[in-house]
């Protein structure tokens, strides 16, 4: 596994550079409210080389509009088409299942991302399972378990074990998730990464194939894992999330590993 401080060119393993990056958000361009230093430059660097962008996250704590300004904000310029989020793929997923009346474990503000879709918390065809943050408790759990026993299909946003906010290393919805499985004795359709589908739609839409894209995320399991077993090379970065004794644990083994996405487009000579 290549590792990388200030890396050339030549450590790349895969001999010419991407044709398509993926970026994840969270612990790899910004830290909540901070942005990773040098990520602002490597991503005009790479966008001045025209490589194909799509910056991918599992967040569901906030609605698209919102992850967009956050990124503006940031310094990121980031077009809309861009930004790949797992609620599409949950609402194509209610779509091609025929599911309108639905729970939504989310945030108010996420909803908006889910048109056309009713929110039902007595009667649902489907429970969507986003980010409640505090708001996860014993009633809202129980509820969402009863109505996956009654038949309603178990949808989860994402399924990542925790994330790096300012104050520490916290929980993310894949426990929770995993809570309702183990109770209900149902998998959860997961939509984001790690997914397949996820990454073979951003592929689609990006015109290129796996062999041509490569993955930049801090998080050994949805971001590296998933992308190499859809067949794209993977860069873990060493902040966010990283945790050496995690990377270890996984038997996963990234194509490359670097300090920061800072180092990005030395390591792939861009």
Not at 111 to 135: H, Y
Request: proline residues 6%.
């Amino acid at each position: 596994m290549p590792t990388a401080s200030g890396p050339t060119p030549s450590a790349w393993p895969q001999g010419r550079a991407p044709r398509a990056v993926l970026l994840d958000l969270d612990g790899v361009l910004y830290v909540e409210e901070k942005a990773v230093p040098g990520a602002r430059e490597a991503v005009g660097r790479l966008r001045e080389r025209g490589l194909g962008l799509r910056f991918v996250t599992n967040t569901t704590a906030h609605a698209r509009a919102a992850t967009l300004e956050k990124l503006e904000r940031l310094g990121f310029a980031v077009e809309e088409p861009e930004l790949v989020t797992p609620a599409a793929l949950a609402l194509r997923r209610c779509r091609e299942r025929g599911h309108v009346r639905v729970s939504l474990l989310m945030g108010e503000e996420v909803k908006a991302d889910f048109p056309g879709l009713r929110s039902d918390d007595e009667n649902p065809s489907a429970v969507i399972v986003g980010d409640l943050g505090d708001r996860f408790d014993y009633a809202v759990l129980n509820r969402a378990f009863r109505h996956v026993l009654a038949g309603a299909e178990l949808i989860a946003l994402q399924k990542n074990r925790y994330w790096r906010r300012s104050d520490g290393l916290s929980l993310d919805v894949g426990p929770f998730v995993a809570a309702l499985e183990y109770a209900t004795g149902h998998d959860a359709y997961v939509v984001g990464k790690p997914a397949p589908e996820f990454f073979a739609q951003i592929l689609e839409d990006l015109g290129v194939t796996a062999s041509e894209a490569l993955m930049v995320g801090d998080d050994i399991e949805s971001d590296i894992g998933g992308a190499l077993r859809s067949g794209l090379a993977a860069v873990l970065v060493r902040t966010g999330k990283y945790r050496a004794e995690a990377v270890s644990a996984s038997g996963i083994e990234p194509t490359a590993t670097v300090d920061s996405v800072a180092d990005l487009p030395a390591l792939v000579g861009v």
